[in-house]
C-alpha cells in the first residue's frame, strides 16, 4: 500500500490549506484513513481520521471547529481543509490507513500503513 500526502506549505497565522492523499496498492480494501503530525522536538500525534463504512470522524481536541477531515472513497483519497490555522499547527503531516488494526479510536496503533508527510509551516 502506498500513500502520497501532498498541500503542504507555508501560510500566514489565521490561514488555510488543504492537504490531500492517495492510497493506492490495497488488496483487502481499509477500514479508515488518517492525519497526524509531528512537530519539531515532539512525538508524532493524531490529528483526524475517518472511517470508509459510514463516515465516523474523530477529531484532537486543539484542532475542532477549524479542521475538516472527508473521503473520496471512490478515489481512495483523503482531504483535511485547515481553516483558521495558527503556528502550533506547523508541522509534518502525515497520512496513514488502518487496513486491520483499526481500534475504533484514531491512534498510531490503528494504522497499518504511512506516507511520507508533508510540511506545513504557520508562520507570518
Known amino acids: 500500500v502506498q500513500l502520497q500526502a501532498s498541500g503542504g506549505g507555508l501560510v500566514q497565522p489565521g490561514g488555510s490549506l488543504r492537504l490531500s492523499c492517495s492510497a493506492s496498492?490495497?488488496?483487502?480494501?481499509?477500514?479508515?484513513m488518517g492525519w497526524f503530525r509531528q512537530a519539531p522536538g515532539k512525538q508524532r500525534e493524531p490529528v483526524s481520521c475517518i472511517t470508509k463504512d459510514d463516515g465516523t470522524t474523530y477529531y484532537r481536541d486543539s484542532v475542532k471547529g477549524r479542521f475538516t477531515i472527508s473521503m473520496d472513497a471512490t478515489k481512495n483519497t483523503i482531504y483535511l481543509q485547515m481553516n483558521s490555522l495558527k503556528a502550533e499547527d506547523t508541522a509534518i503531516y502525515y497520512c496513514?490507513?488502518?487496513?486491520?488494526?483499526?481500534?475504533?479510536?484514531?491512534?498510531?496503533?490503528?494504522?497499518?500503513?504511512w506516507g511520507k508527510g508533508t510540511l506545513v509551516t504557520v508562520s507570518s
Open positions: 496513514a490507513t488502518s487496513v486491520d488494526s483499526w481500534l475504533r479510536q484514531c491512534y498510531e496503533d490503528s494504522m497499518d500503513y
Open positions: 496498492g490495497f488488496v483487502r480494501g481499509y477500514i479508515a
